[in-house]
């Protein structure tokens, strides 16, 4: 195998290193490959906001008020989701059910492990 590493955006071999970051000569894309490195890592997982893994079954509790279209009122902040159903083929990540307003989506950006 090759040592070359291979633009993120355009997937050039033509890449050349300055100072800490790696530069393609092709598209002029910079990037540090130990932020690459440290992504594909984390790929697959489901983070919450302050950055823990979760996983199906688990609890989790809403950070920020969340307004819900043809509601009258928001998922307000603290309110606590149980057993949680992780999606990864959508960008609301998480399916669940809350009391008061039913089954819903939301984003893992949004709650924490409780």
Not at 37 to 59: F, P, R, V
Request: hydrophobic share 35%; proline share 5%.
């Amino acid at each position: 195998m090759s040592d070359t590493i291979l633009c993120p955006k355009c997937s050039s071999e033509f890449t050349y290193p300055s100072d800490t970051m790696m530069v393609c000569s092709q598209c002029f894309y910079e990037w540090n490959p130990e932020d690459a490195a440290a992504e594909t890592s984390n790929a697959g997982k489901i983070l919450d906001s302050n950055g823990n893994e979760l996983q199906d079954g688990d609890s989790v509790v809403v950070i920020k008020d969340l307004p819900v279209k043809g509601a009258p009122k928001p998922v307000k902040a603290g309110t606590k989701v149980k057993n949680i159903r992780l999606n990864f083929d959508s960008d609301h990540n998480i399916d669940c059910k809350i009391d008061g307003f039913g089954s819903m989506a939301l984003k893992s950006e949004f709650v924490k492990k409780a």
